[in-house]
């Protein structure tokens, strides 16, 4: 943890200063064609109750078969948080009643879970990763079986089940307490993701449901016992994690001011009005009756089969954040954006192999301008047109066209950019575009001078302040050449010939 990481967060209240303390409990699904312990599909937006097998509905002697590659996704996510792997692990019931829960309990893992402490390193400086890291525990990731759903807006009178959702393995990801502010649970939520996403396990959709968290949230004095947690429910986006933690601090620090205590609860997030509110008391693990599951046998995992899975591990978001810095010579902002997705990633090293290889140069050559394109030009067009990289109207390949374009000197900065329009629309690739429009850039010197001529001819009183040392105003005669020659001027040669005129 860098020295700049201790958290200045602070809320203010009538007695002074009080820290936050929060912990998070992400419920991530995960990635399977099947749930945890039947065969039936996991497939999201499925008509209601159409992906339910016997098992999930609980009907009477259906005995569970724990899915094999639930398993294994669980192992490589705690695997690539650096945690511990408990070969030995086993299942559960946590019995509670409620109308989505047919069987009356719920498969988990609470004395023996799959996965054991690890950690995950969080940045808030976007620009430059390093300057502020910090460390943040993850306590335990234990597998289990998520619940259905109760619809309450289909009928005026009555409530619906939909149990497609009953039976989808989920991984629930407990970090410590180590978070002490909004920034920090963020920036920790944003890191899981992207570490999921990578590996595979989770497709971090948290507006689908299949990624959300519970959110603990204490408040105290500075270097006081920890107090009172409540636990905010369910919340399913990084900016409704921040806005709970900001409000339910507050609520407490009034509630303690005002002489009041805090009551350990379950409470909700009301995003339309930026609020917590109470839904029940918080149950301890004795209020569940937990008993080891008697229709499962413990997990037992061999070396074999966690080599394979350590194997499989892709390279993970830190380690080629810094391998873009060092290998590409790309600056730590460039790197850190383009390495915080997966996605991402894939497309940016797609992009510069084909530039590399269009280019016929090394790929540290052609790293910095890709970079610069995608981030600047590529995600700015994306942004306008309400797109993601997925739905680019520009690959890869026409990318890398592009840029090899601008690099032989066949078109300008300039020119690239309205030829980069032109393949939005289009979707044609930039030689044909070049070729179609009579876009080259043009370096011929009698024909800039002549432009350059007539500009200086037309601007007397710029020319007069220039000479006379006003010396910024160079790039207004740059302009204006530019402009005179539709953008197909060769920017070097523009300088260097204006240079000589207007020296003259």
């Not at 929060?22 to 399977?32: D, K, M, P």
């Not at 946590?94 to 047919?102: E, I, Q, R, T």
């Not at 259905?148 to 410590?176: C, F, W």
Request: aromatic share 6%; proline share 5%.
């Amino acid at each position: 943890m860098s020295d700049s990481a201790v958290s200045s967060y602070r809320i203010k209240g009538d007695t002074g200063e009080w820290e936050v303390v929060i912990g998070l409990e992400v419920h991530a699904q995960v990635t399977s064609n099947a749930k945890l312990f039947s065969g039936a599909s996991t497939e999201f937006g499925a008509e209601p109750n159409s992906q339910v097998s016997l098992i999930d509905a609980a009907m009477p002697g259906m005995l569970p078969t724990p899915n094999k590659e639930c398993i294994r996704q669980a192992v490589r996510t705690g695997m690539a948080l650096g945690a511990v792997i408990n070969k030995y692990s086993r299942f559960d019931r946590k019995n509670y009643f409620y109308a989505d829960l047919p069987q009356g309990y719920q498969i988990s893992q609470l004395y023996h879970p799959i996965v054991g402490e690890g950690r995950i390193e969080i940045s808030l400086d976007e620009k430059d990763p390093e300057a502020f890291t910090k460390e943040i525990g993850i306590e335990r990731i234990h597998i289990e079986q998520d619940a259905g759903k109760l619809m309450h807006d289909q009928h005026p009178t009555r409530s619906y089940v939909d149990l497609n959702r009953a039976g989808v393995a989920l991984m629930e990801i407990v970090s410590r307490p180590d978070m002490a502010s909004p920034a920090e649970a963020g920036a920790y939520v944003k890191k899981l993701r992207s570490i999921l996403r990578y590996v595979g396990s989770c497709d971090g959709n948290m507006e689908e449901g299949s990624m959300r968290a519970d959110v603990n949230v204490s408040v105290r004095k500075p270097g006081d016992e920890l107090g009172t947690r409540t636990e905010t429910k369910n919340v399913n986006s990084v900016r409704f994690v921040m806005a709970a933690i900001e409000y339910e601090a507050r609520r407490q620090v009034e509630v303690l001011e005002s002489g009041g205590r805090i009551v350990q609860e379950t409470r909700l997030f009301d995003p339309d009005r930026g609020e917590t509110r109470s839904m029940r008391s918080k149950e301890d693990a004795h209020d569940y009756r937990y008993f080891p599951d008697p229709d499962l046998l413990p997990l037992v995992l061999d070396d074999a089969f966690l080599d394979a899975c350590q194997a499989s591990l892709p390279e993970l978001p830190d380690a080629k954040r810094r391998r873009y810095e060092s290998d590409l010579g790309l600056s730590a902002y460039n790197a850190a954006v383009l390495t915080a997705d997966a996605d991402t990633a894939r497309w940016f090293e797609a992009l510069l192999a084909e530039s590399a290889r269009v280019q016929a140069k090394g790929e540290q050559e052609v790293a910095r301008p890709a970079a610069n394109w995608l981030i600047s030009d590529l995600y700015g067009a994306l942004n306008r047109l309400g797109k993601d990289l997925d739905g680019s109207p520009v690959s890869p390949v026409q990318g890398a066209e592009l840029l090899a374009l601008v690099a032989d000197g066949t078109i300008s900065g300039p020119l690239a950019k309205q030829v980069f329009e032109i393949m939005l629309e289009t979707g044609d690739g930039a030689a044909k575009i070049v070729e179609d429009r009579g876009l080259k850039q043009t370096s011929d010197t009698g024909a800039i001078e002549a432009v350059i001529a007539d500009v200086l001819a037309k601007n007397p009183n710029q020319l007069e302040q220039y000479r006379g040392g006003k010396e910024a105003l160079f790039g207004f005669f740059v302009g204006q050449t530019m402009k005179a020659m539709a953008g197909k001027a060769n920017p070097a040669v523009v300088n260097e010939l204006l240079k000589k005129a207007l020296a003259g």
